[in-house]
C-alpha cells in the first residue's frame, strides 16, 4: 500500500523558490523519499538527523536497532533502493541507517525489516529461515543480518556462499557465534558452501561419519522452509520511477538548527557553492564526518551533498586506465574493476588487482555500498587502504573550483599532513585517474589488522616495481605505506637506493636495513605496537620481493631461486568457506511428539526477532511527557572535582534539568554487594567515566549535547591504572582468598623439576548488541515507581532503586520483557544507571528514559577483570603434576563490585581439570582507577583456567613432551578431590576427552601439522586439546534459590512467570518446554511476558549458568502443584481435554494459580576450614582445535575446532549447541583478538566496533564440530540436564594454545625451544614478535622507561 506522509512545519506549494545560496536555478526544501512502499515528503528536514532516528522515533519503526552509531555492527542495516534513469536499472544497497543522513534519501525507496515480512503477516523466507535455523539468539542483530541478506538477495537471487560470506562483513553477533546463521542462510545459496549438506558425497559425508544410531545430526529440516521467490519482492514504487527520470538536477536546501545541507544540482552550482562556502564539507557516504559529528563533537555549518552529480559519478575509460568519478562509492568501484580484470590482458590489471585486495578487506558492504573513493583520500587518513596504492601506481587526481581545472599526481608531496593534503579549500576532487599496469611491473598491497574483516589497518601497504624489459634490474620502485606515520608515506630513500640494482637476496637485505632506517615510528606513536608496525613495514616488503621473483620466474627471467619452503610466505591467507557438524543424541523411541523437552525447538521470539516485532526496552513507545537523560562522566581516572558549571548546558535547547549528587534523595552510596561506590559523585571521581551527573531534556540529542556542554573542573590526584602499579603500591581491597591443600613443601621435594611463569590475561567488553536502558516511569502515589530496563538483575535494581529513592522496595517494580545480550554485564553494572535515571525521574515526576551510546556503555559498565598469575609447578620426568603455588591479581577497577566472588571462582578453577595433590592459590584484588570490573560469562573461571593451561604446557615444553600427553596423563579420575575437598563424582572427563580425540582425528592432524610445518618456513600450523571442568552453582549459597508463578486462565491458556530472565540463552523458551511436559499441554498454549519484581520476588540475578536448573526447577515445582489440583477433575472426564479440566475445576472454585519455589541442597562452603560443598555439580568439556599462523604477519586462520559437551540430557539440543558455539566464539574473542586499550592515564582508548573487534563471520573455525556428550544424565538438574552458558567459553582456548603451538614451531625455526610467555589475547601483534626472526631482530624495541607509552597493559 502505498500513501503519503507529509510534514515540516510551514505549508507550501510545490516547496521550489529561486536559490539564496547560489543565485541561480531553483532549490527545493522538499525531501521526498519512500520507506517501505510508503511516500513521504518531509519539509526541511533536519541536516543532523539520521535516517535511523527517523525511522525509530519519527516513523516509530523500531525493527531497524542502534548498536554503535558509527556503522561498526550492522545491526542498523536496512536496503536503500534507486533507480539509475540514464541507465535504466535499479540499484539496491545494504547500508547502515546509523550514518545514513536523512537528508540524503532524496527519491530513494528505504526498505526495513518490517516491510518484508511480519509474524502476522508471513515471513519472508530470510526471517523464517534465520529463526529456524536457531540463527537468532538475543535478536538485536537479527534484523541488521536479515537486511544484509535480503539487500544480497535483490541483486542476485542465487548468490554463492561466498557472497553471502561477503555481505555480512559489516555484520556482527554476539550471541550465536554466527554458524546457524550461515546454515541457515545457506540454503539460498547455489553452491551451499562446499558442504553436502547431508546428501553425502565422495568420501561420505561429514555430518553422518562417526555418528551413532541413536544420535542426530540436524537441528532444522530445511524442507519446511518456505522457498524464495525472487518475481514476490516487493517493487519499487513507481511513482519513484518517474519522480527519478525527473527530478536528478534540482537543487535541495535543508537548513537546521546548526547546519544547512545543500545538494547542489549540477558541477557548476557545485563549485560555486563550495567557492562562497570554502569551509562546508562535502558528504557522499558521510562514512568520516558522520562519525566527526558525532563522536568528535564536530558542527558543519554547511554541508554540500554531490553525490548526484554526473561528473562525480562518471566511469571513463581512457587509453591508459580508468577514470572515475569522486563520488562513485567503493561497491562500485570494485564491480567496474572485477569485469575490467576479466576482460583486460593480465599485465595490466596489476593495480586493479591490489585495489581489490584491498577492497576486499575494506569495511564491510554497508559501509563500502555508501563511501566513496573521493571521501577516502579526502579524508587523507594514514591507515587509509587506498591511498597506498593509489601513491604507489601513480594515480592522477583531477582538482577543480570555480576558476579552473587541475591535474595532480598522488606523490608523496600530496598529503601534508595529519588529515591534510594539497587541495585548497575552494577546490574539490572531481574525478580519479587509476592507470592499467605495464608489462613489465608488478603491483602487491597489503592490509594487516586486527581482524581480517571490516577492520582499520594497523600497517596498509601497496608496492609497485618495474623492471627493465626482460630483465630484474629494477627500473622505477614505489613503496607506500599506511600507518607508520601521520599521512601515507612513500619509502623514497629505499626505493631511490634500491633503483638499477638486480631483484636478489642482496638487493632484500639492503631493503630490509634501509626499510628499518625510514619507516621509524616513536615509541609513544598514536595506535602503540611500534616494534610490530616496524616489523610488518620489512616483512611485507619480503611477501612482495617474493611474490614478484616468483612473477619474474614466469616471465622467464631469470632470477634467484627462494627454497620452495618460502612460498608459504606469499600464499593467499584468506578463510574458507566453513562447513559444520552437530550432533546429539536423539530423544528416547517412545518419548510423545507431544513432549518437546529433549527435542530442538526454536527460540519462542525467534521469529518476531526475524521481523523486527519484538519489543526491547528503547522500542517501548514514548510517554507523551517523557524526557531523556544523558550522563556527565569524568575525564579523568582520578580527581577531586572543583567546580561544575552548567550554564552552557542550560542555555541548550531543549534542557530541562541537572542532576547531582544533592538530588539523590536516599542513599548515594550504593554497590553489587558493598556500597563503596557513588550513584553521582560526591567530590571525588576514582576512575574516567565516573558519573558526576545528568542533563535532563526533551530529546536525547538536546539531552547528549547539553551534557557534553558542563564544564568540570578537577584537581588531578595520582592515578593507579595497572596491576604491576597496584602491586607496587600494595593497592588491594580485601580480603584476599587463599585455597591450598596437601603439603606444599613435600610437593616441591618431591618434584624432579619445577619451574616459574606468569601471563597476563587482558580483559574483556561485553559487547551486548544492547546497550543499557533504563525508562523510569513515576506512578504518581506513595512513592511509587515502575522501571523498564534490561538488566539480568531485576530485584537487585529494585533494592538499590529504593534505597537510593529512600522508599521501601514494595514502591519499586522493575519489569523486563527481554535484552539484547547480557552476559555477565547486565548483572550488577546496569543499577546505576537505572538509579541516576530513578534520581532523574524522582526528581521531575516525568519519565525519564536513557539508552547508552555504544561508547558511553564501553567506557562506563566495567567488563571482564584483566588477570595476571604467577607461577611455581613442581612436576615429575614423568610429566604429573605434583605441586602447584598460584597467585591471582584481578584489576578490579573502583569499587568491589562482584569481583570477590568472582576471584573466588577463579581460585576454585585454579587446576581446571587437572589432579594436583599439593596446591595453593591466592587471589589479590587489585584497587585501581579504571571503572568498575563485573561479572563476564565465566565469571573469573575462564581466567583461572587459562593460567592452569599455561603451567601445563610449559611443563610440557621443559620435557620437550607432547601437551596433549601430559594434559591426559594430569587428567581427573573419578572419586578424586578437588583443592577444595570436593569430591568428583560421575565425571565425564575420560569421556569427552576420548571422544574429542577421535572425532577430531587428533594423531592424523598431528602428523599433518608436523609434515606442513616442515615443509614451510613462513606459515606454521598448531594443535592443542584443551578439557574443561566448570562447577555449577552460585558460589554464595544464599543465591541458589528461584521461584516461579503460574496462572492457569480459564480458557486454558497459561502465563508463566519465574525469576530469570531472558537475553537470548533461550532461558524462557526452556520454561516453556519445562512446564508443557509437566501439565502435559503443547508449548502453544503457554506464555512468558516478561520478568517482573511484583510476580516473582526476590529473584537471584540470572547468571552463573545455573538459571535453568533452578527456574526450571521452581516452575516444575509450581506445575506441579497446578496438575494435582486439576487431577481429579482428569480423573472425572479422562477424555476430556484440558480445557474442560481447567473450566471444571474453577466452576469448582480451585485455584489455578500456583507459585513454585527451588533451592538446591547441600551447598555451603567455608574457605576457613576449606570443607563443605561448593558446587552442586560440573560441567565438562573438551575441545580440539587446530590454526595456522603468517609469521611474518601474525594474522592466523582458525582452521577446525571440535567439541565434546556433556550437557547431561540436553532439554533443548539448538539451545544448547547455540549456547556452545556461542560461548565459544566470545571466548575466541578474548583469548585471540579483542584488546582494550588504555592509555597511561587510564583513559579507555577503545569505545566501539571500531576499535574493539569482537569475532566476525570469518572468524569461525573452517570446520566447526560440536557433540553433546550421549548418556550422560546428571541427577542433579532438571529432566537430568546440565548447565551449558558458561562452561564451553574457555574451550576457545584451544584456539590460544594451537596458537602457542604454532608460534613454537616458528621459533624452533630461529633455534629456540622450551617455554615462552604469551599473554592473552594472542593478538597478530604477539603472534609476530612471539615468532622471532631475521626481521624481527632488526626493529628492536625501545627500553621500557624511556617513553611513555600510547597504551599501558592494564
Ligand atoms: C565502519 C567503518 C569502517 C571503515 N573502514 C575503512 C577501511 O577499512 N579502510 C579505509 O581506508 N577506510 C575505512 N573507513 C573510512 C571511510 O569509510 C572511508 O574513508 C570512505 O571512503 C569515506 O568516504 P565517504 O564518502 O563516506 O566520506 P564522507 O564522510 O562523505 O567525506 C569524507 C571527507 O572527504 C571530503 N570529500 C569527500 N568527497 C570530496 C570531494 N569530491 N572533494 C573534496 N572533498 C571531498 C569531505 O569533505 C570529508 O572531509 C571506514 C569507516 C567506517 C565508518
Ligand atoms: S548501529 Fe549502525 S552499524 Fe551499528
Ligand atoms: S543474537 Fe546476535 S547479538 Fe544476540
Redesign the pocket.
Known sequence: MEGTQQTGSAMHTNGTTADPETGSGSRSDELIFFVNGKKIVEKNPDPEMTLLTYLRRQLALTGTKLGCA???CGACTVMVSRYQAPARRLLHHAV?AC?APLCSLHLVAVTTVEGIGSVARKLHPVQERISLAHGSQCGFCTPGIVMSMYALLRNNATPKMADVEEAFQ?NLCRCTGYRPILDGFRTMTKDGGGCCGGRGRGQGCCMTNGKEADEVSTLFNASDFTPFDPTQEVIFPPELMALSKGQRSQTLCFRGDRTTWIQPGNLDQFLELKWKHPDS???????????EVKFKNMVYPVILA?AFIPE?NAVTHTDDGIEFG??C??SHMGAVLRKEVETLPQHQTQVYLAILEQLH????AQ?RN??????????A?P?????PVFMATGCRLTLMDKEGCRVVRMDDGFFTGYRKTI?RPQ????SVHVPHSKRTQFVSAF?LSRRRE????IV?AAMSVTFSPQTNVVEELMLSYGGMAASTQLATETAKRLRGRSWGEELLQDACSSLAEEMTLDPSAPGGMVTYRRTLALSLFYKFYLTVLQKLRLQGVSVEEAGPECQSAIQEFRPETASSVQLYQAVPEGQSQDDVVGRPMMHLSAMKQATGEAVYCDDMPLYENELYLALITSSKAHATIRSVDVSEAERCPGFVCCVFAEDVPGSNATGAIVHDETVLADGKVTCVGHIIGAVVADTQLHAQRAAKAVRVQYEELQPIVTIQEAIAAQSFYHPIRTIQKGNMEAGFKQADHILEGEMHIGGQEHFYLETNVTLAVPRGEDGEMELFVSTQAPTKTQAVVAEVLDVPVNRVVVRVKRMGGGFGGKESRTTILSSVVAVAANKLKRPVRCMLDRDEDMLITGGRHPFYGTYKVGFLSSGKVVALDVSYYSNVGNSLDLSLSIMERALFHMENSYSVANVRGRGFLCRTNLPSNTAFRGFGGPQGMMIAESWMTDVAQTLGRSTEEVRRLNLYQEGELTPYNQVLDRLTLDRCWDECLSRSGYEQRRAAIDLHNRQNRWTKRGLAVVPTKFGISFTATFLNQAGALVHIYTDGSVLLTHGGTEMGQGLHTKMVQVASRVLGIPCSKIHISETSTNTVPNTSPTAASASSDLNGAAVQNACAVLVKRLEPYRTRNPTGSWEDWVKAAYFDRVNLSANGFFKTPDLGYDFNSNSGRVFNYFTNGVACSEVEIDCLTGAHKNLSTTIVMDVGHSLNPAIDIGQVEGAFMQGLGLFTLEELQYSPEGVLLTRG??SYKIPAFGDIPTQLTVSLLRDAPNDKAIFASKAVGEPPLFLASSVFFAIKDAISAARAESGLSGPFRLDSPASTERIRIACSDRFTKLCPPAEAGTFRPWSVQV
Open positions: 558509527e556503522g561498526g547502515n550514518l559489516g564539507k562535502v558528504v557522499v557516504g558521510n562514512t568520516e564526518v558522520g562519525i554531490p562525480l569522486a563520488a562509492t567503493l578487506w575494506f569495511a564491510g559501509i555508501v563511501a566513496a573513493i573521493g571521501g577516502n583520500i579526502m579524508t587518513s591507515i587509509s587502504d587506498l591511498n587541495v577546490e574539490v576532487l572531481v592490509k571490516d577492520d582499520i589497518s596498509t566496533p571500531g
